[in-house]
């Protein structure tokens, strides 16, 4: 029996049980205070619909659920989500997400896009994943939150593998109302939003919005060098909404958004030093060290910081054109600007042999002197038209989209230290405090020390245009048929240029390119420091597919869906000037199948049951790839491959073949009245049939890649959400009491490939997560929750930051401890 033929098979089973469960439940004892799907409306196909008439797996939020569940980042919409995994290896700030095994690595285009109020996220190519994704707050007062499975390409602005996440805020109503809010908790929580909607006549609407939250961090730096603590949180977000009546028929819908987060930064904490490295004994002492406290870390660095700054306009203009038509304009602006200050590897080079004693290096970065890590600017541009025909059974809908992103900063650019002591990197007042460990290398070009500070220089631009149209035509009432197709051309081109600084002597600096004549022009020391241009080289890709989609949906009942679709998907290729040798990728693209049944049942016992089914084939896979650089041993040895060590970094190779196959399982239930049950299940099988690993270039020993045969990272077979409410029945007038309990379980999955093997593999994950709501109190206007999370105090790995090959030691991303803390809310209004 084929796979297909497997899926096909458990759909009918699963179809046939949804339906037997329609009578029996309808027979059932007692009330319910469970919706059947009639109130939650999403636009996950662009217009609005009820979730369980829509052929697309989705998992919604309200924004009560994300307050309940105290989900206040991005990253903690995968704990509630089947088939989604957040990536948090850069920070909560810096989340990538994957969904059905369809990752974003480093800088590569994501596979899961997020969109606000119908755009998508401004860009950002720097040292991590942070831009194309929900900022710092993002998830306050939102009508939705809304996690779109598989392709999305034919409808929506940028083409995805994986699928969506649409942010769907409240918009600007007629009433005068609003709240204030203020939460407190353990690790210092201090947390304010405050909300005003205010009409200001018949046909104009205001909403503002205030998120501000701070919080010590959990990692206690142990060093008495920098900060005291990271993986803290402080920031604050602002948002001004405006809706204009301008006729009737013309609706102007304007959002204006600011965030800014200023903390320590995300920290590693090393748990492993590689026998036989330069740095083994001093690596282990710091193990050593730090092993008093699961939390504990050392730092090396006088201070650390990452500071993300992003604004943006959102305009979206409708017109009624008939009963029939619509049209609709949408035209956004953002910007995207971080610097990040922190050791990326979480190491700290004290030393007693060195000279001074006890001097302090470390593996670090910070921005240059008046540039950012990454600074980009987004304009996206859209226009729509919608509309009905032949008495409403042809609903068609077509569009054209444009983004330009361009530089903020000439360059964005940093200072990247490796094993020197720098009482000021980016004045260079650094120390090479290992020494000369070899002869200089092949060529006399100096790059034989091991202490260097890198300056790479990067800008990017990025062009996308598409057109698509879709049409749903309704056969009969029951009976429907979906067809979409999308043509997509994208461009990016952009310029790198990399300096590479040694210090033969205390604070007396030597320039040269980082990359070799002839791939640059290169030139002496004083040349090079006076033009770093000399270090240039430009890098460009394009790529232009069709995307499609073909959809059959069956309603047997008016609460019951069956569908079956096949969808091509397509990730466009990129480039990333700062990977030596892997600068360019090509697109990938994925051949999507899925068939699935929504049921909902709504008489004594109410709720609702979806199952899904899919099965992709992924080629031209965009994998990436971890480099082993040149030792200063191969530099003697080995002086064809290594005529000199390149700085270790991973770049993106279009070189998999994989599969993805599994299921997903949404259902809830309200068996007794004030009782409601839930439970969310995912299998997920992948396999990378095969790795066509591209040959090294100059400077490094080997490339390291997935291992095939084996699943994708972040994958894991199984992932299971089980949550319960139940709301105490006492009198009315004492206000509204729900206990509330959730609790996830995620098996073991590939993490970062990048590291040794015996570390790629994660362990499971175990949460529970409670909470108690006590809403309008005493028929006030006053909402109190208390809320914990990681009740248990589980520790697990969340991932590896994949140094062991190049930097002879491993760290890790470590879980939250356990938080809470009590939110307390009053609201007014008419």
């Known amino acids: 029996m084929t796979s297909i033929q497997r899926i096909l098979l458990s759909t009918v089973s699963a179809s046939a049980m949804a339906f037997s469960a329609v009578p029996a439940c309808a027979q059932a004892d007692g009330g319910s205070e469970l919706g059947s ?3 939650i409306v999403v636009t996950a196909r662009r217009s609005e619909e009820r979730l369980q008439d829509v052929p697309i797996s989705i998992t919604v939020f309200t924004q009560a659920q994300v307050q309940n569940n105290n989900i206040v980042s991005a990253g903690d919409l995968a704990t509630y989500t089947p088939s989604l995994t957040a990536n948090s290896r850069y920070g909560p700030e810096s989340t990538s997400f994957a969904i059905r095994g369809f990752v974003q690595e480093g800088p590569t285009s994501p596979s899961v896009a997020v969109y606000f109020a119908d755009v998508v996220a401004p860009r950002a190519n720097g040292s991590t994943a942070a831009g194309n994704g929900a900022g710092v707050g993002s998830l306050f007062d939102l009508q939705n939150i809304q996690v779109l499975k598989g392709p999305q390409g034919t409808l929506f602005g940028r083409n995805t593998t994986g699928g969506a996440i649409l942010l769907v805020p409240q918009k600007p109503t007629s009433k005068l109302e609003g709240y204030v809010e203020g939460s407190l908790g353990n690790y210092d929580l201090r947390r304010v939003q405050a909300v005003l909607n205010a009409p200001l006549g018949d046909n104009v609407r205001l909403r503002l919005g205030v998120d501000r939250q701070k919080r010590d961090g959990y990692i206690r730096n142990i060093s008495g060098v920098g900060p005291d603590d990271f993986n803290d949180t402080n920031y604050i977000a602002l948002r001004a909404s405006l809706v204009i009546d301008v006729t009737p028929d013309i609706e102007n819908y304007t959002i204006a958004t600011f965030s800014n987060s200023d903390t320590n930064g995300y920290y590693p904490k090393v748990f492993y030093a590689v026998p036989g490295f330069y740095r083994s004994a001093n690596i282990a002492a710091q193990i050593a060290r730090t092993s008093g406290g699961y939390y504990d870390v050392e730092n090396a660095r006088p201070y650390g910081f990452q500071k993300i700054r992003q604004w943006g306009v959102i305009n979206t203009t409708t017109f009624l054109a ?29 030393d007693p042999t060195t000279t001074p004693p006890s001097s302090n290096y470390a593996i670090s970065t910070e921005p240059a002197p008046g540039s950012h890590n990454a600074s980009q600017s987004t304009f996206t541009e859209e226009f729509q038209i919608q509309g009905r025909l032949g008495d409403d059974r042809l609903n068609y809908q077509g569009g054209i989209y444009y983004e330009r992103s361009e530089p903020l900063d000439r360059f964005q650019s940093s200072y ?14 650094c120390t090479n405090v290992r020494g000369q460990l070899t002869p200089n290398g092949a060529g006399g070009n100096l790059q034989g020390r091991i ?30 048929l979906t067809g979409g197709i999308r043509y997509t051309a994208d461009k990016t081109f952009g310029t790198g240029a990399a300096q590479r600084v040694l210090f033969p ?50 309603k047997p009942t008016e609460d019951v869906l069956i569908y079956a679709k ?17 600068e360019t990728w090509g697109p990938e693209k994925v051949d999507a199948y899925e068939v699935g049944t929504k049921a909902a049942f709504s008489r ?34 080995r002086p064809v491959q290594c005529p000199f060590a390149a700085t270790p970094a991973s770049g993106i190779a279009n070189a998999g073949k994989s599969t993805i196959k599994g299921i997903e399982i949404d259902a809830a239930v309200s068996p007794l009245t004030g009782l409601r049950l839930a439970v969310g299940y995912a299998y997920l099988k992948t396999k990378l049939k095969s790795a066509t690993i591209p040959t ?38 004492l206000g509204v009491i729900t206990l509330g309990a959730t609790y996830s379980y995620q098996s073991s999955q590939i993490g970062n490939t990048s590291s040794l093997v015996r570390f790629q593999r994660l362990p499971s994950q175990n949460n529970l997560n409670l909470n108690l709501n006590w809403n309008e109190i005493a028929g006030s206007p006053i909402d109190v929750q208390l809320f914990a999370t990681n009740v248990t105090k589980e520790k697990f790995r969340l991932n590896t930051v994949g140094g062991a090959n190049s930097f002879g030691f491993e760290s890790e991303i470590l879980n939250p401890p356990r938080m809470y803390g009590v939110r307390v809310r009053y609201s007014f209004g008419t």
Request: charged share 15%; aromatic share 10%; glycine share 8%.
């Open 604 to 637: 004594s016992l109410r709720g609702t049951f979806n199952f899904a089914a899919f099965y992709n084939q992924l080629s031209d896979q965009q994998l990436q790839l971890g480099t082993v650089a040149c030792q200063p041993a191969d530099l003697i040895s």
């Open 696 to 733: 090294p270039p100059p400077g490094f020993t080997a490339l390291v890649g997935p291992t095939v045969g084996g699943p994708l990272p972040l994958t894991p077979k199984h992932k299971l959400t089980l949550s319960g409410n139940y709301t105490i029945p006492i009198d009315d007038s």
């Open 37 to 39: 799907g009639d109130d």
């Open 416 to 429: 990247s230290a490796l094993f020197l002591r720098c009482v000021d990197i980016t004045a260079l007042q």
């Open 566 to 582: 096949y969808s091509r998907g397509y990730r466009q290729g990129s480039i990333n000037v700062s990977s030596y040798g892997l």
């Open 322 to 350: 008939s009963d029939t038509v619509t049209l609709k304009n949408i035209v956004s602006y953002a910007e995207f600007e971080q610097k990040q200050a922190v050791s990326i590897n979480g190491d700290n080079g004290y």
């Open 451 to 480: 202490g260097n500070v890198s300056i790479p220089r990067s800008r990017y631009h990025f062009r996308n245009f598409g057109a698509y149209a879709q049409a749903t035509y309704k056969f009969t009432e029951k009976l429907s």
């Open 505 to 554: 002597a205390p604070n007396t600096p030597v320039f040269s390119c980082a990359l070799p004549v002839p791939l640059v022009q290169g030139g002496t020391s004083a040349q090079v420091l006076a033009d770093p241009m000399r270090c240039a080289y430009n890098r460009r890709a394009t790529s232009k597919k069709p995307t499609w989609l073909i959809d059959v949906d069956y």
